[in-house]
């Protein structure tokens, strides 16, 4: 384990993390919210920390894998620590434990918050808040990646631990390359649905704030109400289409930008993701109309179909609070809570290719129990799996339903009822924000305990960073030559 090299690049990125801290700036100064000091000093505190890092440690090694999870982790967990100083400067998040946990949720684009009233925040610190989301988005380090070639190490590493998924798509050798072509869709869609969303009535900042939120799949709003504040069905149709198009591969995009839109119909993966939402969907809207939850099928069609997508692509935004909806169909919801969105999405949760292969796997056993001698093969599209990859989806799936169940022992330990406790976990696992219970689509985290937050800071970080890159650092084995 390279430790000046990894301490060097932790370097970079916080270097590149203060100058990102200046971006709220303009805001504070337009709004005069009084948070631009709070602001300097936390990326004068950022930018003195990683400068020290940056030129105290020097080294000659070429990166391995080992260092890039160590990065990945240990980056995510340091963007979280500095991210949180404009909170705690300005007197917005007082508590270190809090201020922690909500850049966390932004930076793992989880979305969970322990605000009570997020319009009493500076508009600087709305915008910081709803930031933290986008840079998370499509991760923190391909972003560095394609804007810092002073880091000067091979990337591949740092891409295969981050990017979301248990396959990636090269569309390019060289990784700069591949992370700007990725980046450039990406502030594409946000730059078009920020103007969407302008077009129905939100000022700039309201705008750009839930495009970043969006995109992301992160699911921090502007308003106590999230989207329900603007009972408008124009800004649900915009938001549904966006958070839709942000669970899908964004490999995807670029191809279907380059004039080959037919990879959406020939991509199994995108097939089974939409075929997903629509059966959902169809089932949460017969259960609704039937229990009488909504009187208009228009009114029950734009609530449903909101929250659908907003919980499998685990963007959290709501409209509704399906809390008050059947029972039947919360326990849909949670079903999607564990799917996720498609893999090279910004989207958490366990991830759609990952539970398309875990069908197929358990389809084929069974075939076999049928027809011993018959040979038949796991295939994804029309290429065969290979064990190898197939053992990665068991294993992952194992590991995720292993750290759901720890943690939520834990947070039961900590006086949590057990729908609120399990939700509280599942919706921070998959990053998603809100849960059931005491953390529902119109609750907080606020009232969990100081030691449950810790547990689920963790879990925020496992989930996005898809459990292998952290959970690794655990074994001693990791650390040795």
Request: aromatic content about 12%; overall charge positive.
């Amino acid at each position: 384990m390279n430790i000046l090299l990894t301490l060097r690049i932790l370097g970079a990125l916080l270097l590149y993390l203060a100058a990102t801290l200046l971006t709220a700036l303009p805001f504070s100064f337009y709004y005069a919210d009084g948070a631009a000091l709070s602001f300097i000093l936390a990326a004068l505190t950022t930018a003195g920390c990683g400068a020290a890092l940056f030129c105290g440690c020097k080294s000659r090694k070429d990166l391995s894998l080992r260092e890039g999870f160590a990065v990945v982790s240990f980056g995510w967990a340091l963007f979280a620590l500095f991210g949180a100083l404009p909170y705690i400067f300005s007197g917005a998040i007082p508590s270190p434990l809090d201020a922690v946990f909500e850049t966390m949720s932004g930076f793992t684009t989880t979305g969970s918050t322990i605000l009570t009233n997020i319009e009493a925040l500076p508009p600087s610190l709305l915008f910081w808040r709803a930031m933290t989301h986008w840079l998370g988005g499509m991760g923190i380090i391909v972003l560095s990646l394609a804007i810092l070639p002073m880091l000067g190490v091979g990337g591949m590493q740092l891409f295969k631990a981050e990017v979301p998924g248990p396959t990636t798509d090269r569309l390019k050798p060289r990784i700069q390359d591949t992370a700007k072509l990725l980046w450039s869709v990406y502030l594409g869609l946000t730059a078009l649905e920020t103007l969407l969303l302008m077009l129905g009535g939100m000022t700039f900042l309201d705008a750009i704030c839930h495009a970043f939120a969006t995109l992301a799949t992160g699911g921090f709003s502007t308003r106590n109400a999230s989207i329900a504040a603007y009972d408008s069905a124009y800004i649900d149709g915009v938001v549904t289409l966006f958070m839709f198009l942000a669970g899908i591969n964004f490999t995807l995009h670029l191809q279907a930008l380059r004039g080959r839109v037919s990879v959406f119909y020939r991509n199994e993966e995108m097939r089974f993701y939409t075929t997903i939402t629509m059966v959902t969907l169809g089932l949460i809207l017969l259960f609704n109309q039937l229990s009488a939850t909504y009187f208009n099928f228009f009114d029950n069609l734009r609530y449903s179909a909101f929250q659908v997508v907003s919980i499998l692509t685990t963007t959290g935004f709501g409209t509704a609070d399906y809390e008050l909806w059947p029972v039947i169909t919360q326990y849909l919801l949670v079903i999607l809570m564990f799917i996720g969105g498609c893999a090279g999405s910004t989207g958490g949760g366990m991830k759609v290719a990952r539970v398309l292969l875990l069908l197929k796997h358990a389809q084929v056993q069974i075939f076999r129990l049928i027809h011993p001698r018959a040979v038949r093969v796991v295939k994804l599209g029309k290429r065969p799996v290979d064990n190898e990859v197939l053992a990665g989806v068991l294993g992952f799936f194992a590991l995720y339903l292993g750290v759901f169940l720890v943690g939520s022992l834990l947070l039961a330990a900590c006086g949590m009822d057990v729908v609120s406790g399990g939700a509280a976990v599942v919706a921070c696992l998959s990053n998603i924000g809100p849960g059931l219970g005491s953390v529902g689509p119109t609750d907080n985290f606020a009232h969990v305990p100081g030691f449950g937050k810790t547990v689920l800071i963790l879990c925020m970080l496992m989930g996005r960073l898809e459990l292998f890159t952290v959970l690794v650092l655990l074994f001693p084995s990791f650390w040795r030559k």
